[in-house]
């Protein structure tokens, strides 16, 4: 599936009317428009991106130990598709190319298994070098040097990801056994065929592999067509280093993202923590994610504070190009400041709530007062369920309308909602405070707001993808964190996006009304790095 989301507010249409998603295979004629909206809207605001969803051809044996001109024969296959996709980016004008993870070599290898597949590298900022250009400098460097003929086929900037090697001396204390270092690295390419620099994945997912390199690589590089971009790979999106820190010490408003994700519902489905990640931090995100779906394995996008572009596909066993044009200066979401003078019934009470103040409304008889809200747990079972691997503390979601509280540890989460239709699907409101140990150890904080798997209260954290239950509500958190990720799902896998997200008194909230489809999944999902 291919879609288009975009923010709801009037006030963002300028912002919203240059955007558009062009996808090979969509209907030919939506292809058309999509082509000549490119040339119409092709202005300096804007730069053209592209990420491809690689079916990778995979190794029938990741553990046999093969030569390497076998390992070039598997690899050149995959390029082969990689060159395909270039050159089709190329027609529709597009200036970056974002390839995945593991999706020129595969995974599921031995450090010594894998050994065949690694490219020399040279470090980018020592050695000043065109593989294409200049084959003959290094040796095993074949897969670099294909990249880099592409980049400049293409005349794009092209950024993939493959294994390398670089020896070092026993002198170095961090020298393995072995006499070299092998890393997950991430290569970005200039159009000229240029090696611009190169990323070390630093916080490894189960990657025997590879080594975590000496220091974190802190990488940023700079383009003609939209400023200052930073990369990083797949499972370090959940840390503070390097991303964290690139947005906030480099003031980076672009981040190239090759991934190699599998899918873990509720709460962390690739494209979910993608637009995330770009709502919470006001960036562009272009995230590209290997496509197994057998594996749980798809969900790319060009993600936007208030637009994404994105495929997830759990039928089609193809690859998938999403092409878009992005501004160069992300707009964020407009905050409480911007929206109270339009501020209507449910965000009005909602600050009466948290302010602790009575609420009044009136219609044509009379005047309706609410006292300060009084949060009866007594009324509600609390129960306990696993999500994602988590203890959380729940209560379900009863009745056409209500406010519900649910605390655990020091965090405390609200939700204050609205049904149009009542639906016969069970909701639960749901925290969690603590720290998170199953496939990766970090501290989280979560309110999250989730359809249940059944009518059971035990089948709420499970995963699912289909949903009819519409709501209008505000969620929100007394937070200890300022690294806040908004999660929002609905049914089919489709992001929404929510109609305000920021800070009131302390408490960090999201509101949304008007939903699409179903919900699936609304969240706040905190990180404290701190306490890791």
């Known amino acids: 599936m291919v879609s288009i989301m975009s923010g709801a507010s ?208 802190y990488i940023t590089f700079d383009t003609p067509f939209a400023g200052k971009f930073g990369i990083f790979t797949c499972f370090d999106i959940l840390f503070f280093d390097p991303g964290i820190s690139l947005l906030r010490d480099f003031k980076v408003k672009h981040i190239v993202h090759p991934t190699a994700w599998m899918n873990q519902l509720p709460l962390l489905a690739a494209i979910q923590i993608q637009h995330g990640f770009a709502i919470a931090l006001g960036i562009n995100m272009l995230a590209a994610n290997i496509h197994h779906p057998s594996l749980g394995m798809t969900g790319s996008g060009i993600h936007t504070p208030l637009q994404s572009f994105w495929h997830h596909d759990m039928e089609s066993p193809s690859g998938h190009l999403i092409v878009a044009q992005v501004a160069k200066n992300p707009l964020g979401l407009i905050g409480t400041e911007n929206a109270t003078g339009k501020m209507g019934p449910s965000h009005a009470k909602f600050l009466k709530i948290l302010a602790g103040d009575p609420y009044c409304e009136k219609d044509a008889q009379e005047v309706h007062c609410e006292g300060a809200a009084k949060w009866n747990m007594d009324a509600l079972p609390l129960f306990h369920s696993e999500m994602m691997y988590d203890n959380f503390t729940l209560v379900p979601v009863w009745g056409r309308e209500g406010h519900l509280r649910v605390c655990a540890n020091g965090l405390c989460c609200y939700l204050l909602y609205q049904r149009p239709d009542l639906s016969t699907e069970l909701y639960a409101l749901g925290v969690f405070d603590g720290l998170h140990t199953v496939h990766g150890t970090y501290y989280i904080q979560v309110c999250a707001l989730v359809k249940c798997g059944g009518l059971g209260l035990d089948t709420c954290g499970q995963e699912i993808t289909e949903a009819t239950g519409k709501f209008e509500f505000h969620l929100w958190g007394n937070f200890s964190t300022s690294y806040i990720f908004p999660l929002f799902l609905t049914s089919g896998m489709t992001l929404e996006i929510p109609d305000q997200f920021g800070w009131e008194n302390d408490h960090c909230f999201m509101r949304k009304s008007g939903l699409s489809s179903g919900l699936v999944t609304a969240a706040l999902y905190g990180r404290l790095y701190d306490r890791d």
């Open 10 to 217: 009037s006030k963002l249409a300028l912002f919203l009317c240059g955007c558009y998603v062009a996808a090979l295979g969509a209907h030919t004629g939506k292809h058309r428009v999509a082509e000549h909206r490119m040339a119409e809207h092709h202005v300096a605001e804007y730069y053209v991106a592209a990420v491809y969803e690689h079916q990778s051809i995979l190794s029938p044996d990741p553990l046999a130990l093969t030569s390497r001109k076998q390992a070039l024969e598997l690899m050149n296959q995959n390029l082969d598709i990689y060159e395909q996709q270039v050159m089709a980016a190329a027609q529709k004008g597009v200036q970056i190319i974002v390839f995945p993870e593991d999706g020129i070599h595969g995974f599921n290898f031995t450090r010594t298994s894998i050994y065949p597949f690694l490219d020399f590298m040279p470090s980018p900022r020592l050695v000043r070098w065109n593989p294409c250009l200049e084959p003959h400098r290094f040796n095993d460097t074949e897969v670099l040097q294909r990249l880099s003929c592409m980049a400049i086929r293409g005349e794009m900037f092209l950024v993939a990801n493959l294994g390398t090697k670089q020896p070092c001396h026993s002198s170095d204390p961090g020298c393995p056994n072995d006499g070299r270092y092998q890393f997950n690295t991430n290569v970005v390419f200039s159009n000229n065929g240029t090696l611009v620099d190169r990323y070390r994945k630093h916080n490894l997912y189960f990657e025997a592999a590879f080594d975590t390199p000496p220091k974190v690589d």
